[in-house]
């Protein structure tokens, strides 16, 4: 019986991944099949992948909206933790309002439902669309009123608190960590990410970086007018937080959401930065209602609370992130 329960918790962790072809998923995905095995993760999305991420570890074609498609593959697989980051991304759901409403809501709904019937962790990531004016503007704390003003922030607001029902009603692990923008270059993942992306509210400085690569940059147009700060990190500190938060014992979480973030700036403050390595780099702009969805979001988050109770700290700035692309893009050399 010793040798039994020694083994047991000496084995490793089966995971399953929603959302697996996104920019997160991609990244994480490959991150956590270093550390678990490439057998023990399971990516799931309602579209099929290259080759390439096919042959890399089981792949199971799964739309979250389908409750009976879930329980089968956890089943199955003997799954004991879930990533739940299927989401559509918030421009596009401005325009289909219902279709997020389905994915969001009843997607986290059969993930939470099935967490509860098998015991199983569950990640959630959380958005800053969250929050809205109401909320303040610098420095904005984990716990604030939210107002948000897109159908992808409602619904990211209902995701954390129907999880925090789910916890305290049924005692489901419920974890969730509320994301700003994401920097990368979206080639991190053996995913076709790139080719699938849709850019939204805070991507311009990946959508801007590709042009200039492209020798397209006169056709490139920044939607977020040039002093519009907005928090971000970038994807190596978001998977390095995500993988803290998924495997930590449960007694160390202390809240119910966490914010993360790596640093605050603008376009044009991006831009400057950009230009102490490539001088010719300039972005040209095109305000829209990406614009307006961003000025409903805080310019800094607090997240304090996280770095303390995880002994985490970002690894990049600005400073160090930019440089960091270009490298990853053969824009500079290094």
């Not at 610098?138 to 922030?153: H, I």
């Not at 007018?225 to 190596?236: C, G, H, T, V």
């Not at 829209?288 to 969805?293: E, I, R, S, W």
């Not at 992130?321 to 270009?326: D, E, H, K, T």
Request: hydrophobic letters at 35%; one cysteine or more; aromatic letters at 8%.
């Amino acid at each position: 019986m010793l040798a039994t329960r020694m083994l047991l918790s000496e084995a490793k962790p089966k995971i399953l991944i929603t959302g697996c072809l996104g920019q997160v998923g991609s990244s994480l995905v490959r991150s956590l099949r270093t550390k678990y095995g490439g057998e023990n993760v399971i990516a799931t999305d309602v579209v099929v992948p290259n080759k390439k991420f096919y042959q890399e570890g089981p792949f199971k074609y799964a739309d979250v909206t389908h409750y009976d498609t879930l329980a089968k593959i956890a089943v199955d697989e003997r799954v004991d933790w879930v990533v739940h980051n299927s989401s559509i991304q918030s421009i596009v759901g401005e325009s289909d309002p219902s279709r997020i409403l389905d994915v969001h809501i009843t997607g986290i709904r059969n993930v939470l439902e099935l967490s509860k019937n098998l015991s199983l962790r569950v990640l959630v990531p959380s958005s800053i669309a969250c929050f809205s004016p109401e909320s303040g503007n610098e420095n904005v704390p984990d716990m604030a009123v939210m107002k948000p003003k897109t159908v992808y922030g409602v619904s990211k607001c209902f995701t954390e608190n129907i999880g925090i029902y789910f916890r305290k009603k049924y005692d489901v692990d419920f974890r969730c960590i509320r994301y700003p923008g994401i920097v990368s270059t979206l080639e991190e993942g053996s995913s076709p990410a790139l080719k699938l992306y849709k850019p939204t509210t805070d991507d311009y400085p990946m959508m801007s970086l590709h042009a200039y690569r492209n020798g397209l940059m006169d056709s490139y147009k920044c939607p977020l007018a040039p002093n519009q700060r907005l928090p971000f990190m970038k994807i190596d500190d978001c998977i390095s937080a995500t993988e803290l938060l998924l495997t930590c014992e449960k007694e160390k979480i202390r809240q119910d959401v966490y914010n993360i973030c790596g640093s605050s700036f603008s376009p044009s403050e991006f831009e400057a930065e950009v230009q102490k390595h490539l001088p010719d780099f300039k972005l040209q702009y095109e305000i829209n209602d990406m614009n307006n969805v961003a000025e409903s979001w805080p310019s800094s988050v607090d997240d304090s609370n996280f770095r303390n109770d995880f002994d985490w700290n970002p690894s990049f700035t600005l400073s160090s992130m930019v440089p960091a692309l270009l490298k990853r893009l053969g824009l500079m050399q290094g």
